[in-house]
């Protein structure tokens, strides 16, 4: 055999691992794309019921949200009539209410002062714990402006 002959030989047994290495990575490809193939379907037939159960939820949130507005709206409503009516209340009957019981005030201080007017004989005028006595009057005029 000669060179040429051997380099030959030689060219093609690399030539045939070549190609044989080639075939066992496309063999492998071929494997993972089905693979990858079968996951992508499996996934799919997952995501679809998932999708309407979701797009579902999301309609029935929606209309509970529509149903919260609504309440909102009639809570609204609700606390202005409120308001409105408070204000009636109050000015149809806060001014006589006022006067009524600033007249019972009025009648009960006269009585107690017409009480108290006359003390009964040997009794001790009523002292009423806690309150201040006014201070005794030194005649004049009082000077209002502090003293340094």
Known sequence: MSGGEVAGILVAVFWAILVSFLALVLVR????????????????????PLLADASATVRSAH???ARVDAIAADVQEVTANA??????VSSAFGGP???????????????GKK?????????????????????????GRRNRRSKD
């Open 29 to 48: 490809l071929a494997q993972t794309l089905k693979a990858t193939t079968k996951m992508v379907a499996e996934v799919s037939e997952q995501a679809v």
């Open 63 to 65: 209309t509970q949200l």
């Open 83 to 88: 308001s409105a009516l408070s204000s009636t």
């Open 97 to 111: 209410l006022v006067k009524v019981a600033a007249f019972g005030y009025g009648v009960r201080r006269a009585i």
């Open 115 to 139: 009480g108290e007017a006359a003390p009964a004989a040997g009794r001790a005028p009523r002292t009423v714990v806690g309150r201040t006595l006014p201070g005794a009057r030194r005649g």
